[in-house]
Structure formats: structure tokens, C-alpha cells
């Protein structure tokens, strides 16, 4: 598998998750949402949707083959009209959408997955890395921008995802903060992720005693 295969939910939850155990960097409301940013940035590759002025659209209700982008597409269409990409992401954000990812990418070697019990009684899933390969590939091409390397169109999308879901400090030194927020500024999903987060999480805690980090069997 070449990333050249890979959707941009798919690179955004291989990148989510630490290499070394698998636990989850960010946490899974944010996770959800930038994982429907994502789909909907996918989408609108693959011309189904577009942005019209501030608004985005359904142009194509025709289906892509990928089952959860013609989930999204379908609820898309049933709603009927054009609303920002900010309010689409709560419109469509499921629960626990990291885990179908998460098992896609099992199916294709990237992951694999761990059952156990708590307490010898409660079911756990934790998935960990069983191939690092892509997730390498990705990070390195994700650095170069970072380093001062122009993006192509879709690394320029997953910069603004994950710099905007908190994924790519946790995976880059960044020295110039600035300068990628001027990159990722016109990106509209990107955005979508970053108006949530501003709306949704509160000053950090810089002892780490306020944030958990989920592990990715909570996905």
C-alpha cells in the first residue's frame, strides 16, 4: 500500500496515533471532527462537493465506491442546501468514527489490534502500528513543509487538518507557528476544525495534568 492510495481520514488517523504504542494524540471529540473534515475535503476532490462563497455544496450526489464518503455524501443530499463547512461537520460528526479507520487501515497492514480485559471482565481493543512505514512517509512529507518546502494541493489540506486538530506539534518541532497558520489560512476544512476547537476546548494546561489522551481502541 502506497500513500498515493490512501484518503485524507485515512493519512489524518495514521498520523493521530503515537507510533511507538499507538495511543491516541488528540482527543475524541476532536478526532471525530477533523476526521469529517477530512472526509468532506476528500469529497470535494473527488467532485462531489464544492464551496460556494462561505457555504459548501453537494454538485454531485453520485456515489464515490468508498462506503463512509457515500455515507456523508447521502446525508449531505437529504439535507438539501448549502451551509458552511463548519456547520456540516456538526451536522454529520458521528460518534466513534476513528475506530472504522482504524480497522480499514488493520485490513491493509498499518495497524493491528490488541483484545484483552480489564479487570480480567471488560473487553479492550487497543490498536498499535504493525507497519510504521506510511505513517513515516507521510510525517517526513508533512516536515518538509513545515521546513520551508512548498506543499502540493493535498499535503497543503492535511497540514491545515492536523495543524488545526493539534496533530502536528505532536509530531513536528514547529519554530515558525506563523508561518503555518498562513499557509493553512484559505483551507477551508482546515478551518471548519479550527472553528470548533477555538469553541470547544479551553486554555491548555501546561502541567498535563488536565489533558488524557485516549487510547486508540477509544476511537
Do not use: C
Not at 16 to 33: C, F, T, Y
Not at 50 to 70: F, K
Not at 156 to 184: C, F
Request: net charge neutral; hydrophobic share 40%; no cysteine.
Amino acid at each position: 500500500m502506497s500513500t498515493e492510495q490512501l484518503t485524507f481520514p485515512e493519512e489524518l488517523i495514521l498520523l493521530a496515533h503515537r507510533e511507538s504504542d499507538g495511543k491516541q494524540l488528540i482527543p475524541n471529540n476532536v478526532l471525530n471532527i477533523s476526521l469529517t473534515a477530512a472526509e468532506l475535503a476528500e469529497l470535494a476532490e473527488l467532485g462531489r462537493v464544492e464551496l460556494r462563497g462561505a457555504d459548501l455544496a453537494v454538485v454531485d450526489s453520485q456515489p464515490t465506491g468508498d462506503a463512509q464518503l457515500d455515507a456523508v455524501l447521502s446525508q449531505m443530499a437529504k439535507v438539501g442546501k448549502a451551509l458552511p463547512p463548519s456547520k456540516w461537520l456538526i451536522r454529520i460528526n458521528p460518534v466513534r468514527k476513528g475506530r472504522h479507520y482504524l480497522q480499514r487501515l488493520m485490513e491493509r497492514g498499518a495497524f493491528k489490534a490488541d483484545k484483552s480485559r480489564v479487570l480480567g471482565l471488560f473487553p479492550v481493543e487497543r490498536y498499535e502500528y504493525d507497519d510504521t512505514r506510511l505513517v513515516r512517509e507521510i510525517t517526513a512529507r508533512l516536515g518538509q513543509v513545515v521546513r520551508g518546502q512548498k506543499p502540493d494541493a493535498r499535503t497543503l489540506t492535511l497540514l491545515a487538518l492536523t495543524h488545526h486538530s493539534g496533530v502536528l506539534k505532536q509530531l513536528i518541532a514547529i519554530d515558525d507557528e506563523k508561518r503555518i497558520d498562513e499557509l493553512v489560512r484559505d483551507d477551508w476544512a482546515g478551518q471548519a476544525v479550527k472553528t470548533y476547537v477555538d469553541k470547544t476546548t479551553t486554555k491548555p494546561d501546561t502541567t498535563g495534568a488536565g489533558v488524557t489522551l485516549l487510547d486508540a481502541g477509544g476511537s
